[in-house]
């Protein structure tokens, strides 16, 4: 089945930026998505790309692929205390299902 | 609000219990998925509705069982419930492929 790999947990300091990255296995994969799951809540979309674009960029955030080495990741610049979170990939497959990786928790520290 | 929504929002169950968790959609989303989130593990699929009247099994749906009830609904039953269903379960709904998926805000079920 689809496999998608993040790094657990990253603490950073109001102001600074935060990278997240994550690594797919499937090479025919169309979009790539970023979502944000504030706690208690349910996931929230935060940006997607293409898979034939190498940079995404929104306000804040900006996703870079290498499809080279299925390797996704995002870019949160000015990072705010609201952005404190767990940020999960996800990896579009067939019949339009979504395969996600198990999580990065972002801790801000003020 | 539009949205996805999810009854109920905590359960707790005893082993061998049955129950139905209900899902509803007003975005006229023609796909609607049920997903269970476990700490370190992510959100992994249990079944899937690409479209009215269908229903396919995703990676963990043993145990479950789903009804695509119309449009809008799409439920999912624990038939006799176990511990290792203790789970935060999460619908969702997608009309296609650049929008992703909306989700509803979560069941937390315990089965003690």
């Known amino acids: 089945g689809e496999d998608v790999e993040q790094s657990l947990f990253l603490s950073v300091r109001e102001g600074d930026s935060s990278v997240i990255n994550c690594t797919y296995t499937d090479s025919s994969s169309t979009y790539l998505y970023w979502y944000k799951q504030e706690p208690g809540a349910g996931l929230q979309l935060l940006t997607y790309?293409?898979?034939?674009?190498d940079m995404k960029q929104d306000q804040r955030l900006t996703v870079l692929l290498n499809k080279k080495d299925k390797h996704l990741s995002l870019r949160i610049a000015d990072t705010q205390t609201g952005d404190s979170a767990i940020y999960f990939c996800?990896?579009?497959?067939?019949?339009?299902?979504?395969?996600f990786g198990k999580g990065n928790q972002v801790v801000v520290i003020p | 609000n539009a949205g996805v929504t999810q009854t109920p929002k905590f359960q707790v169950l005893k082993t061998g219990q049955s129950m139905t968790l209900q899902c509803a959609q007003d975005m006229n989303h023609n796909s609607m998925y049920w997903y269970r989130q476990d700490p370190g593990m992510g959100l992994r699929l249990i079944y899937y509705?690409?479209?009215?009247?269908?229903?396919d099994k995703g990676e963990v749906p043993n145990g479950y069982n789903v009804s695509r009830l119309n449009k809008r609904e799409f439920s999912l039953r624990l038939e006799s419930a176990a511990p290792s269903q203790t789970s935060v379960y999460f619908c969702a709904s997608s009309a296609g492929t650049v929008e992703g998926y909306t989700f509803g805000s979560g069941t937390r079920l315990t089965v003690v």
């Open positions: 509705s690409a479209s009215e009247g269908t229903t």
């Open positions: 996800a990896d579009l497959y067939g019949n339009n299902r979504l395969a």
């Open positions: 790309i293409f898979s034939n674009m």
